[in-house]
């Protein structure tokens, strides 16, 4: 009965590294969703999967961003060229159904930490 | 665009005490309108949600929203406040068609302390 987990929980990288932080979601969960929450700030949306279909990818800020799902289940986001302003904790979240609102169960995030 | 304000950024209060926090969006059209609680070190939770009917919902733990909708307002709500109610909430609304219907927009959330 395991919920949503991430890795690796916290992540420290130079200005100019890429990084590549993983979810995995519930299994049997069809959705999957990032959102990255800046210091004293709300989540805020980055990208949405349908299983392998990336669906919206309208939150992610800049080309340096990508987010992939290839069999449907584990995802990746992978930040290249990382930014001091690329500092954040990344959410992830999965829910049942793709359609209509099912509840998101958020994962525990990835702290990142840009020098 | 959706939008959530959140007024109070920190709230402290007793032990039962009562509480409101307040929650505001703005967005035209349907909504569903819900709150989440991140206990400290711990995930992101759905405290409660409205989608339709009764303005009034019930959630976990005692708490309950009231839909305005004449307000666009969202109110968290709890008659008596525990300590183990510290915690940090967000307000989040989901709107749009199909694809963007499944996106979460949240506020910028309300930290409450209860101090025992």
């Known amino acids: 009965g395991a919920g949503v987990s991430q890795s690796p929980r916290y992540k420290v990288a130079k200005r100019g590294q890429d990084v590549a932080l993983r979810c995995d979601p519930i299994?049997?969960?069809?959705?999957l969703f990032w959102y990255q929450q800046a210091l004293g700030q709300g989540p805020e949306f980055l990208t949405y999967?349908?299983?392998?279909?990336?669906?919206?990818k309208s939150g992610l800020p800049s080309d340096r961003f990508f987010a992939e799902r290839p069999e449907g289940s584990v995802s990746t986001l992978k930040i290249q060229r990382t930014q001091q302003e690329d500092s954040a904790v990344y959410l992830c979240?999965?829910?049942?159904?793709?359609?209509?609102?099912?509840?998101?169960?958020f994962g525990p995030g990835t702290r990142l930490t840009v020098l | 665009a959706q939008s959530v304000s959140q007024h109070n950024h920190h709230v402290i209060l007793s032990e039962a005490a009562s509480l409101e926090l307040g929650c505001n969006y703005s967005y035209g059209g349907t909504v569903n309108l819900f709150w989440y609680v991140q206990y400290p070190g711990q995930h992101l939770q759905l405290l409660l949600k409205y989608f339709s009917g009764d303005p009034l919902v019930k959630g976990i733990k005692g708490f309950e929203a009231e839909f305005i909708k004449s307000k666009f307002s969202f109110n968290l709500r709890k008659p008596s406040v525990q300590w183990s109610d510290t915690a940090e909430y967000f307000c989040a609304v989901n709107a749009g068609g199909q694809t963007g219907f499944q996106k979460l927009v949240f506020g910028t959330g309300t930290r409450l302390l209860v101090s025992p």
């Open positions: 999967f349908q299983n392998e279909a990336q669906l919206d």
């Open positions: 979240a999965s829910s049942f159904r793709e359609l209509g609102f099912y509840e998101q169960f």
């Open positions: 299994s049997g969960h069809v959705s």
